[in-house]
């Protein structure tokens, strides 16, 4: 039986007992157009490129043989830039040269995005032979209207039919994305959205405020004065109609934008929310490790240029763009900023890793947030609450100290 078939406890621990594995990323950095808002790495699908690319890929795994062949693996996701904009053959090669090198097949949650542009039945049948255990569908939201502002490529009934056509090839686990915070976005017109997404039952929901990213023709439009964005009130009454609509229809909120049917939590990514290693390949990439050298972990990313990537790779050089080394005090911080936003912070955790915790006792900080009702304790776990997640920032701000003692 695959770990796939497993009901998956969502829990911290859980999750370390039994995935406590390597997770890997791989980036396509490929769209047919980009979006208006997206601020990912990406160029436009040019098939020679395309090969070339996975080429340059297959090399970059090489430079990592040792680790992939030592460490098992527990989660792979293949994100973009847009994945399903190879071409079918693209798409088999790609999945044979991760097969070689880290079994697809025995991976326990192999997730793929999906433009639902570029997902014909055939493409969708591939991935499901290749070992794909999950799809994310970029829909980002069923208004024409929406959708044309975003920049995407398809439309509202395209996001429909990608969904039956995904049960159709076998899928049993699919999440979608939405964004919401458009400007002049009123709460009517998320609820259209967000109802649709309900409708189509799928098992997992992310639901991500349009954040305006540098760079990107959003970006510019807001500078030119041609688009306002939504104010902070705004959105935040968006983000209390998700919670309240998600938890109505029984999903459960993992994370500050995630949403999951029960045993339906995206493994990947609490793989990057509780500091497990994870290894990315392709431009723009990221990776995370501990060891003994680096208790508190070490963090590096690959160039974010395509062109320089496969000339540093062809050269039997890591693609590096740069890379950080974690102290105490960084990694005390992400620790709390991780656990707020998703399934919480264990307080006798930070204090036996760090000798330090935020204060629980009459007027501390803890007590405050508890009294506020902005967080639950339970069992030495501190964990927003719907209301807390809506100043998540701010709290994570009060919790941490201007200094971290010397860990024991």
């Known amino acids: 039986m695959r770990a796939d078939d497993k009901v998956f406890r969502s829990d911290r621990k859980a999750f370390i007992r039994e995935f406590s594995m390597l997770s890997l990323y791989v980036?396509?950095?490929?769209c047919v157009r980009k979006c208006h808002y997206c601020g990912f790495y990406s160029t436009r699908y040019d098939h020679v490129l395309a090969d070339a690319y996975l080429d340059a890929l297959e090399r970059e795994m090489d430079l990592k043989a040792d680790v992939l062949r030592t460490r098992a693996v527990g989660t792979l996701y293949v994100g973009g830039g847009t994945p399903t904009a190879l071409t079918s053959d693209q798409l088999s090669r790609l999945f044979a040269l991760l097969e070689r090198r880290v079994r697809v097949h025995h991976i326990a949650e192999v997730t793929v995005e999906v433009n639902p542009a570029a997902a014909a039945p055939h493409v969708l049948q591939l991935l499901q032979r290749s070992g794909v255990t999950r799809l994310s569908i970029g829909v980002q939201s069923f208004l024409e209207e929406e959708l044309r502002f975003l920049g995407r490529i398809h439309g509202a009934a395209e996001a429909r039919a990608v969904v039956r056509r995904a049960r159709?090839?076998?899928?049993?686990?699919?999440?979608?994305d939405l964004i919401y915070g458009l400007p002049g976005q009123r709460p009517a017109a998320w609820r259209r959205s967000l109802?649709?997404?309900l409708a189509l039952g799928t098992e997992h929901l992310s639901a991500y405020n349009l954040i305006v990213e540098e760079s990107t023709p959003l970006a510019r439009m807001v500078r030119a004065g041609r688009v306002a964005p939504n104010t902070p009130a705004s959105d935040a009454e968006l983000y209390a109609l998700t919670m309240d609509l998600l938890a109505d229809a029984g999903y459960e909120q993992y994370e500050v934008s995630n949403y999951a049917r029960p045993g339906r939590h995206c493994r990947h990514?609490?793989?990057y929310w509780t500091h497990?290693?994870?290894l990315g390949f392709g431009p723009s990439a990221h990776s995370f490790w501990r060891d003994a050298c680096t208790p508190y972990g070490r963090r590096w990313w690959n160039r974010a240029d395509l062109a320089g990537?496969?000339?540093m790779v062809g050269r039997g050089l890591p693609p590096r763009g740069g890379e950080e080394t974690l102290g105490p005090r960084e990694a005390l911080l992400e620790r709390i900023l991780l656990g707020l936003r998703s399934d919480g912070v264990n307080l006798a955790g930070l204090r036996e890793e760090f000798g330090w915790s935020p204060e629980e006792?009459?007027?501390?900080?803890?007590?405050?947030?508890?009294?506020?009702?902005?967080?639950?304790l339970r069992r030495g776990v501190l964990r927003l609450t719907r209301r807390g997640y809506l100043l998540c920032d701010e709290i994570t701000a009060r919790l941490t100290p201007d200094s971290v003692p010397a860990a024991p």
């Open 168 to 176: 159709g090839a076998g899928f049993a686990n699919i999440s979608l």
């Open 27 to 30: 980036h396509i950095p490929f």
């Open 269 to 271: 990514n609490l793989a």
């Open 361 to 376: 006792g009459s007027g501390g900080p803890v007590e405050e947030l508890l009294a506020a009702s902005l967080a639950t």
């Open 195 to 197: 109802d649709e997404a």
């Open 276 to 278: 497990e290693p994870y």
């Open 309 to 311: 990537y496969a000339q």
